[in-house]
């Protein structure tokens, strides 16, 4: 059964994903930790759930820990839109901006933002399903393999050699291992450090709990979790509200 979903629980799980900063003191953690930093400040401060692909511009540019990078960047966002899938796909497609070889990041970044949403109100395996539905028709056979609960590849194979690795890796932490034995195993931190705050964010989301950071830190991250609920989007969409985008054959000469 889905969670029943109300901004309280809202306010829950983001304050459980931004309580990671204070949590992830792996060295070779900090690009990673800078990148989902970063997209949970843009979070704060713009309205990513708007129409205006413009609006999130802090997403611009080359993540500072590489490919999964993206992948991270999508984790805020779907904060702001937990309920509107259309929309969220829609940005989490353009973070990887226009490089032609970024292509085959955009259905990875999808991914990754329907996975963070999803497990803002369902549980793992409800999610996995809903995702794997979700992508059935576009996303390769092997992407759509691996959301297979069952499938997942062990916890000590995960790396970060590229966005599909992260990808994979984080799938197989988030089914495998727990919040708790994820921040404590030195050894998988220092080998894929990405792959290890992505699966950590998707734990937060699932409603893991994390240990108070302290009052002045929990001060600070309330008030940034309260300005990321100001932007957040807690309605369903309603389908008269979207037009489709045009086909190339239908747009407008310029």
Same mark, same amino acid.
């Given at each position: 059964?889905?969670? /029943? ?15 990671? &900063? ?11 930790? &800078?990148? !989902? ?7 704060? &401060?713009? $309205? ?24 991270? $960047? ?39 933002? !329907? ?12 999610? !996995? ?8 028709? &576009? ?12 499938? =997942? ?5 995960? =790396?970060?050699? /590229? ?77 008269? !509200? ?13």
């Amino acid at each position: 059964m889905p969670t /029943t979903f109300t901004s309280d629980t809202l306010r829950e799980r983001v304050t459980s994903v931004l309580r990671l &900063e204070s949590h992830i003191t792996f060295p070779a953690a900090a690009p990673a930790r &800078e990148d !989902l930093g970063q997209g949970l400040r843009a979070a704060a &401060e713009h $309205h990513l759930a708007s129409v205006h692909l413009s609006r999130i511009a802090p997403f611009h540019g080359a993540p500072a820990s590489g490919e999964g990078g993206y992948l991270l $960047h999508t984790v805020p966002l779907a904060l702001t839109l937990p309920l509107n899938r259309p929309l969220l796909r829609r940005l989490a497609a353009h973070l990887p901006g226009d490089a032609p070889q970024l292509e085959g990041i955009r259905i990875l970044t999808i991914a990754a933002g !329907l996975v963070a949403a999803d497990l803002l109100s369902h549980d793992i395996p409800v999610v !996995l399903l809903r995702v794997h539905q979700s992508l059935l028709e &576009e996303a390769p056979t092997l992407v759509l393999d691996w959301l297979r609960e069952t499938s =997942s590849t062990p916890a000590a194979d995960v =790396s970060d050699q /590229t966005a599909e690795d992260v990808f994979h890796g984080a799938l197989s932490l988030l089914t495998h291992t727990t919040l708790e034995e994820l921040l404590h195993d030195s050894s998988l931190w220092n080998r894929a450090p990405v792959t290890c705050v992505l699966a950590c964010a998707w734990l937060a989301c699932a409603g893991s709990h994390l240990p108070s950071a302290g009052h002045a830190a929990d001060h600070d991250m309330l008030g940034l979790a309260d300005r990321i609920l100001d932007h957040a989007q807690l309605e369903p969409p309603r389908f008269e !509200l979207f037009t489709p985008p045009a086909l190339p054959h239908e747009a407008s000469p310029s």
